[in-house]
C-alpha cells in the first residue's frame, strides 16, 4: 500500500490514458476476444472505476449509449463470437445469453446508467 505510491500512481493514470484511447467512435471497446465487445465493456468500465475514473466521466456515457443499443427486445444481450472475426457486434443468432446479459448489466452499472427505457423501466431491470 506503500510501496512506491508515485511510480504506482502514475501507471495507474497511463494505463486509464491507454485505456480510454481504444474507445471507437460508437462508445465501445474491442476485447479481441469471443464476445469481445460486450465482455471488454464490462472489463473497462470495472477498471476505470477501480483506477479512481469518475463516474460522470464522457467515457462513461459514451459506454452505456453503445451497450444499451445492443440490448435485445426480451432486455437480455446477445453477442456472437463472430464480432471477435469481422472486428463489429455481431448479434447472436440465438438471441440473449445469460453471460452476455450478466456482463452488459453490469457494465450499465459500473457507467451509473439509471434512465429508464420507454416502459419506463430501466434497461437494468429489464437485464435482470
Given amino acids: 500500500p506503500q510501496y512506491r505510491t508515485e511510480d ?14 481504444k474507445q471507437l467512435p460508437d462508445g465501445s471497446f474491442y476485447g479481441s476476444w469471443a464476445n469481445c465487445f460486450t465482455y ?3 472489463i473497462v468500465s470495472d477498471a476505470l ?3 479512481g475514473e469518475a463516474p ?9 449509449t453503445f451497450t ?4 435485445n427486445e426480451d432486455g437480455g444481450w446477445g453477442e456472437d ?5 469481422t472486428g463489429m457486434y ?3 443468432p440465438d438471441g440473449s445469453q445469460v453471460v452476455n446479459t450478466a456482463w452488459a448489466v453490469m457494465t450499465l452499472i459500473f457507467c451509473n446508467y439509471d434512465k429508464p427505457s420507454p416502459t419506463g423501466v430501466s434497461a437494468i431491470e429489464r437485464g435482470i
Avoid at 504506482?8 to 484511447?21: D, F, L, P, Q, T
Wanted: with cysteine; charged share 15%.
Fill in 40 to 42: 471488454a465493456g464490462w
Fill in 90 to 92: 455481431v448479434p447472436n
Fill in 49 to 51: 472505476l477501480l483506477a
Fill in 81 to 85: 463470437f463472430n464480432s471477435c472475426v
Fill in 56 to 64: 460522470t466521466s464522457p467515457v462513461f456515457g459514451r459506454l452505456s
Fill in 8 to 21: 504506482v500512481n502514475r501507471a495507474i493514470a497511463e494505463g486509464v490514458k491507454c485505456v480510454k484511447s
Fill in 68 to 71: 444499451m443499443s445492443k440490448q
